[in-house]
């Protein structure tokens, strides 16, 4: 049987911890238990979700673009459980309207980026021996859509790094989740009806009839994390939409 707390007293890092996805994955590790340290490159950011998260979280700046940056925080901190990379920062256009320069930061920023946090962590033997490092892609890989190629591109180069590193860093367990349309705060740009009007068509295109929400993709997460027999695998959790 498996722990019915496997969490509590954990330390899980949660890189891109302070919106979206990651917030939420750094909400539900702390009530299972964990003590939770979220990384962020905006340091105000960062303490605005220690303050929502409570006296029991801390939190550091944290540029995943910046190898240097990223060697220093880990020579700082004590050694996880459980680290999560959701961090990106990522521009989406068709191929000859996107330009190199936006290409190549957004490659850098989500793929090299969790490039960077696995391969200083390891380096600086700052996971646990049956801890895990769990990715977050994004179903795209498997369901490209027109004007959106490079976007396929990173989060399928995300996917194949899973399934790598699960092999070079066993017996730490390497996974990836990889989401669908979820209800963060990068769509608060758009009006509020337009905004009501994606989300609503899109729950009417897909299976599962609802969009996503970051406790969907954080339950995944925490299912990663506790359980030791989870390694080298994706899951997709998108309502249905690499079907739709």
Not at 156 to 177: D, F, H, K, M, S
């Amino acid at each position: 049987m498996l722990e019915l707390r496997p969490l509590v007293g954990k330390r899980v890092l949660v890189v891109g911890g302070t919106s979206g996805i990651g917030f939420g994955v750094a909400e539900a590790a702390q009530t299972f238990g964990a003590k939770v340290v979220v990384a962020s490159r905006s340091a105000d950011k960062v303490a605005s979700a220690i303050a929502r998260l409570g006296a029991e979280a801390s939190g550091s700046p944290l540029d995943t673009t910046n190898a240097a940056d990223i060697d220093t925080f880990f020579a700082a901190q004590a050694p996880f459980d459980h680290i999560i990379v959701s961090a990106s920062k990522t521009k989406v256009a068709a191929v000859t309207e996107l330009a190199l320069d936006d290409a190549y930061q957004s490659m850098n920023s989500k793929f090299w980026g969790a490039y960077r946090i696995a391969r200083s962590a390891m380096l600086a033997a700052k996971l646990a021996e049956h801890g895990s490092l769990t990715f977050v892609s994004g179903f795209l890989s498997i369901r490209p859509k027109k004007g959106a190629a490079i976007q396929t591109a990173i989060n399928a180069a995300l996917e194949g790094l899973t399934r790598g590193l699960a092999l070079e860093c066993a017996p730490i367990r390497v996974n990836c989740v990889s989401p669908g349309l979820v209800k963060t705060e990068m769509y608060d740009g758009l009006g509020g009806d337009s905004r009501q009007s994606m989300f609503d068509g899109a729950a009417d295109r897909l299976p599962a009839g609802l969009v996503g929400t970051p406790d969907h993709i954080a339950t995944q997460v925490m299912a990663f994390l506790a359980n030791p027999y989870m390694t080298g695998s994706t899951v997709y959790v998108d309502g249905g939409g690499a079907l739709a």
